[in-house]
Each structure stands twice: as structure tokens, then as C-alpha cells.
């Protein structure tokens, strides 16, 4: 028999006073599978947060939820606060009752809610690109209905979509943070399967250049901002048939051909210096992170809770480490060549 907030306040399971609705937590339930949330160190440590902050007294939003039939309520929105009240319950703190809201919508709207909430830790990119990919696949949504449901751009859709197909040591640079989404994505559409190799390339650059991250500014060729002005300039100086066709003459177009000869250079040159770089590699042995680069170790840390590392007395990423051993091995070696 289906259930109702109506049927559920006749027979207490609700109580309604001025401020709203409210039920006991055991009566809230949460859906296997339908919070796409990785129980991961960044959600852990945005649970103590919220942990102490509902100990210590704080209110936090009504929980938005739908009738169960078997009894009670299913969580649409609101998994860590219920989460964090139930921590509370077992630390003896008296949870009597929680306060809730029904969530009005269809099955499609539910789970697009886990991305637009604003009383949320945001989703993660991999964690976006697991309800843009249920939303496709399993309620045959397309890119501009997703965009629609999720306030995102159709081409924000289109990339975290690709990135839930992508092979899974692209989804874990992105998921440790090591590289942006638009440059996993770039990298996927240019090279397919082996994505993944082209982006430990792209690492060892940005590492080279002191960064902790991969973006588009690190990989991306460089053109000068005058040069690209003036490229501007002289289009704007050519003539344009009815078929969009434009037309340069004379100097103008030698000089136009020379800035696009450059532009092509500076790819080529990039292209090169990327593919040279070694490819720092790390491996846990014990409770320590050793890095080395080109078979020589240059660095090593120790392991801090199973996946991050303490360095210099901070808590941080792997990637970030290894970053910073490439970043310190390479200034090494360029003191020691100055000094010769």
C-alpha cells in the first residue's frame, strides 16, 4: 500500500507544529546507490565538521524527503546531515526528532536535486559526472535536458559525461586532483585509450613548472597577447565573400601567415618539451611514499591516514607530493649547473 505524509501525521509517524515537519531518524531511510558521494578523506573530514557543529548545538536546513512505502521517509536531499545526526544520536546527544520537507518531483528530478543543492559540501567533478551519466543512461536524458535539470551549460554536461566513460586511470587523475576535467577531457577526445600515458606526460611538465595541478595554461601552446591582437586586427582588415570566406593581400597577409607559422611553432616546440620529460613514479612501500625520477629517488614521505602523506609537517595529496619532489629535483640541478 503506498504511503503518504497525510497517512503518516494520522498515525504519528509525523508530528506537525509551526516550524514544520518532523519524524524520528530511525524512520528516515536512505536509497542504496542513489547518493553518488564517495566516502572519501574530503567527505570524512566535511562530516566532523558538520559533526561538531550539530553538537554544539547548530540548525541545519530541513531534510527534503518522500513518502516510503514500507514506512517512514527516503532522504532526496540531506544524506550528510542525517548521516552526522545519527553520529550525534550514538554520541548520547538526545535526537529526538528531524526536521523534514517533502521533496516535490519525479524520479529524474530527485536525483538531479544531489547536484543543486546549496546546503551541500559541493559534489565532486567524478561524483557530478556519476549523476550526469545516470541521468543519460538510465532515464535517457539528453545533454540539454541534463543542463536544464543540473543549471549547468550543455557543454559542462557534455564534458562530465565524457569523463564517466573515460578509462579509469583518467577518472582517478581527476578524482585525486592531479588534473583538471577539461584537460582529461581534451586529452580523451585527442588520444582515445591512451589518454592516460599522454596525461603522466603532461604531470611531469606541469611538476616541472613548479604546479601541483594540470590545466589547460599548463599544456596549452602560448601565443603572445600582442601577436594575437594583431591577428585580430588584420581579420578584421580582410575582405569577407557571401560564403564567409576571408582575403588577404599583399603584407597583410605575409604577416597574418607569419603569426600562424609561430602559433604552429610554439605547439610543436611544446609537443616536444612535453613527450622529453621523465615520468616521476611513486610507490608506498611500508608506511612511506618513495619518488623518484629517471630510476633515481628523489624524495619520500610518509603515508598519513592510508592515501594522503604529511610533508614538512602538512597534510597532502600524493600528487602534491610527488609534485613537489620534481619541483625541488629540478631547481637542485639547476643550482648545480649555474654553479659549475
Given at each position: 500500500?503506498?504511503?503518504?505524509?497525510?497517512?503518516?501525521?494520522?498515525?504519528?509517524?509525523i508530528?506537525?507544529?509551526?516550524?514544520?515537519?518532523?519524524?524520528?531518524?530511525?524512520?528516515?531511510?536512505?536509497?542504496?546507490?542513489?547518493?553518488?558521494?564517495?566516502?572519501?578523506?574530503?567527505?570524512?573530514?566535511?562530516d566532523?565538521?558538520?559533526?561538531?557543529?550539530?553538537?554544539?548545538?547548530?540548525?541545519?536546513?530541513?531534510?527534503?524527503?518522500?513518502?516510503?512505502?514500507?514506512?517512514?521517509?527516503?532522504?532526496?536531499?540531506?544524506?550528510?546531515?542525517?548521516?552526522?545526526?545519527?553520529?550525534?544520536?550514538?554520541?548520547?546527544?538526545?535526537?529526538?526528532?528531524?526536521?523534514?520537507?517533502p521533496?516535490?518531483?519525479?524520479?529524474?528530478?530527485?536525483?538531479?536535486?544531489?547536484?543543486t543543492?546549496?546546503?551541500?559540501?559541493?559534489?565532486?567533478?567524478?561524483?557530478?559526472?556519476?549523476?550526469?551519466?545516470?541521468?543519460?543512461?538510465?532515464?535517457?536524458?539528453?545533454?540539454?535536458?541534463?543542463?536544464?535539470?543540473?543549471?549547468?551549460?550543455?557543454?559542462?554536461?557534455?564534458?562530465?559525461?565524457?569523463?564517466?566513460?573515460?578509462?579509469?586511470?583518467?577518472?582517478?587523475?581527476?578524482?585525486?586532483?592531479?588534473?583538471?576535467?577539461?584537460?582529461?577531457?581534451?586529452?580523451?577526445?585527442?588520444?582515445?585509450?591512451?589518454?592516460?600515458?599522454?596525461?603522466?606526460?603532461?604531470?611531469?611538465?606541469?611538476?616541472a613548472?613548479?604546479?601541483?595541478?594540470?590545466t589547460?595554461?599548463?599544456?596549452?601552446?602560448?601565443?603572445?597577447?600582442?601577436?594575437?591582437?594583431?591577428?585580430?586586427?588584420?581579420?578584421?582588415?580582410?575582405?569577407?565573400?557571401?560564403?564567409?570566406?576571408?582575403?588577404?593581400?599583399?603584407?597583410?597577409?605575409?604577416?597574418?601567415?607569419?603569426?600562424?607559422?609561430?602559433?604552429?611553432?610554439?605547439?610543436?616546440?611544446?609537443?616536444?618539451?612535453?613527450?622529453?620529460?621523465?615520468?616521476?613514479?611513486?610507490e608506498?612501500?611500508?608506511?612511506?611514499?618513495?619518488?623518484?625520477?629517471?630510476?633515481?629517488?628523489?624524495?619520500?614521505?610518509?603515508?598519513?591516514?592510508?592515501?594522503?602523506?604529511?610533508?614538512?609537517?602538512?597534510?597532502?595529496?600524493?600528487?602534491?607530493?610527488?609534485?613537489?619532489?620534481?619541483?625541488?629535483?629540478?631547481?637542485?640541478?639547476?643550482?648545480?649547473?649555474?654553479?659549475?
Open positions: 500500500m503506498a504511503n503518504s505524509f497525510k497517512q503518516m501525521t494520522r498515525d504519528g509517524s508530528k506537525r507544529t509551526d516550524t514544520g515537519m518532523f519524524i524520528a531518524l530511525s524512520d528516515i531511510h536512505v536509497r542504496e546507490g542513489f547518493n553518488k558521494r564517495e566516502d572519501d578523506e574530503r567527505t570524512r573530514q566535511a566532523d565538521e558538520l559533526f561538531n557543529y550539530l553538537m554544539n548545538g547548530g540548525s541545519v536546513p530541513p531534510l527534503e524527503v518522500i513518502a516510503r512505502d514500507e514506512g517512514g521517509v527516503w532522504v532526496v536531499e540531506g544524506h550528510r546531515r542525517r548521516r552526522c545526526y545519527a553520529r550525534c544520536a550514538e554520541a548520547g546527544k538526545p535526537v529526538d526528532r528531524i526536521h523534514i520537507m521533496f516535490n518531483g519525479s524520479d529524474v528530478q530527485r536525483l538531479a536535486r544531489i547536484m543543492s546549496n546546503n551541500q559540501l559541493p559534489l565532486s567533478d567524478m561524483e557530478q559526472a556519476a549523476v550526469i551519466q545516470e541521468l543519460h543512461n538510465a532515464f535517457n536524458q539528453t545533454t540539454s535536458e541534463i543542463a536544464k535539470l543540473v543549471n549547468k551549460s550543455v557543454a559542462t554536461v557534455e564534458k562530465l559525461l565524457l569523463l564517466s566513460t573515460a578509462n579509469h586511470d583518467v577518472q582517478q587523475e581527476v578524482k585525486s586532483g592531479a588534473v583538471s576535467v577539461d584537460v582529461a577531457v581534451d586529452r580523451v577526445r585527442e588520444y582515445g585509450e591512451q589518454a592516460g600515458e599522454v596525461l603522466q606526460h603532461d604531470k611531469a611538465v606541469a611538476a613548472q613548479g604546479k601541483t595541478k594540470v589547460r595554461s599548463s599544456i596549452a601552446p602560448e601565443l603572445s597577447i600582442k601577436n594575437a591582437r594583431r591577428f585580430v586586427e588584420l581579420m578584421a582588415q580582410a575582405a569577407i565573400s557571401d560564403e564567409g570566406v576571408f582575403t588577404l593581400e599583399g603584407t597583410a597577409l605575409a604577416e597574418a601567415l607569419s603569426i600562424i607559422d609561430e602559433h604552429k611553432a610554439i605547439t610543436d616546440a611544446r609537443e616536444t618539451y612535453r613527450l622529453s620529460q621523465p615520468i616521476p613514479s611513486a608506498v612501500r611500508g608506511k612511506t611514499l618513495h619518488v623518484s625520477l629517471g630510476g633515481v629517488e628523489i624524495g619520500t614521505a610518509q603515508i598519513y591516514r592510508g592515501k594522503n602523506v604529511t610533508l614538512n609537517g602538512v597534510v597532502t595529496s600524493q600528487s602534491k607530493a610527488v609534485a613537489h619532489f620534481v619541483k625541488q629535483h629540478k631547481l637542485q640541478q639547476e643550482n648545480s649547473h649555474d654553479s659549475q
